[in-house]
């Protein structure tokens, strides 16, 4: 176990403990033998490891997963503080909701929920709204005790003040949507750090909706389901990844055991598409993101689990204070652990968070999807591969609907 804290090291993720060891997890495995595998997966996140266990429960095949990292479960990873015992997910907090029943009834076999309803508010010139905008926040942003039969008329007078027709930019979509001063107050800088873009020069098709509730439910999602893994991410990937036909490779490169897997081998990949080709049509681009974590000496900091930050000024977007997404559990009463997260540019090789896409991305990804399509044996998925934001419902879902592919293939 502390030779597996020192690989955890090597990645920089000093402040986590995991809890267990991995049984089927090969963490020290040299011998690389992927003599007559079949099927070879890229990546232990949502896409590859509910694929590698669709392949090993339903076809009882062998699957080999090869993870650069040092830990199973891609983005939505969370391990704990050492310093303060709280659940922390690493890349960004991960709030599982669906409505999708085969998502959930299958996501729920591996693990229990909690009801954890996710809630999120925003403060702008240092005044805490909640979101998404509802009642709550018009009446406070416009000192205003508006009824909620009363908001459509208010909203369509505040659209008509600039009546915008034909919408061409992010911010001309954005006031035809909620009108400007909510716009100014809760979309343009905040979209401005998001992107590093002013939003008149970003596309309109990036909103095609607003939507304003007329009522004071503040819950973020509208969902039929939600919650978080009831013993946390890193527990739910182990339990997805613990039949004993599946092996991971941690800190494996896919790249430098390529040349080894067998030419009949399936290969799921779910790093980016453009890799795979190496960037033969050019990089896509991405947005990154920095998390710069804090152990304060506060038993609660903020009051709840994230809180937006709205101000251009601001440097970061949010900040996640990662006690409130399990009230259910013991947290100490002299520390809690807060993380901001602060969008910054990217170049290839680093983590990439969120696509861009713009037109020109768009055409090159479909450059790359295309010649991915024309190789037999070789599935490109998840968020990387197919190069757009997935929720992990969504992100399961596909898997789902790409294992039935490959069944039927196999089937026949
Ligand atoms: C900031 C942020 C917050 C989010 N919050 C939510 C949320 O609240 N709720 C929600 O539903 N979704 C959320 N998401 C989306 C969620 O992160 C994705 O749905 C999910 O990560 C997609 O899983 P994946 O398997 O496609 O990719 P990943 O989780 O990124 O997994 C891909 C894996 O492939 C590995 N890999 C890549 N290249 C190689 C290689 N060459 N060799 C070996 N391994 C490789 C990577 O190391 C990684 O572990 C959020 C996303 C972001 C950016």
Known sequence: MAEGLDLLNNVELTTLVILDVYLAIDWYNQNMNFDGLEFLIVGSGFFGSVLAERVATVLGKKVIIVEKRGHIGGNSYSGLCSQTGIEEHLYGAHIFHTSNKRVWDYIRSFSDFTNYQHRVFTEYKSVIYPLPISLATINAFYKKQLRPY????????????????????????????????????????????????????????????????????????????????????????????????????????????????????????????????????????????????????????????????????????????????????????NKTLVVREYPQAWKVGEDPYYPMGTKENLDRYELYRREAASISNLHIGGRMGQYCYLDMDKTILLALELFDKIRVRYAT
């Open 150 to 333: 009363e908001v459509e008329a208010f909203m369509q007078n505040e659209r008509a003040n600039e009546n915008i027709v034909n919408p061409t930019n992010l911010e001309e979509m954005a006031i035809s949507l909620i009108g400007r001063p909510l716009y100014e107050a809760f979309i343009k800088g905040y979209t401005k750090k998001q992107w590093d873009k002013d939003p008149r020069f970003l596309p309109a098709n990036i909103i095609t909706r607003l939507p304003v509730r007329k009522n004071y439910n503040n819950n973020y999602f509208n969902d039929s389901y939600q919650g978080l893994p009831q013993n946390g991410y890193f527990k739910l990937f182990e339990n997805i990844l613990s039949n004993p036909k599946i092996e991971v490779k941690l800190n494996t490169n896919f790249f430098e055991i390529k040349e080894k897997i067998p030419s009949s081998c399936h290969i799921i990949f779910t790093g980016p598409i453009d890799q795979y080709f190496n960037y033969k049509f050019g990089a896509l681009e991405w947005r990154g993101l920095r998390f710069v974590r804090e152990v304060l000496n506060y038993e609660d900091f903020q009051g709840t689990a994230v809180m937006n930050y709205a101000d251009e000024l601001v440097p970061y977007t949010r900040i996640h204070e990662f006690r409130h997404f399990h009230p259910e559990r013991v947290a100490p009463a």
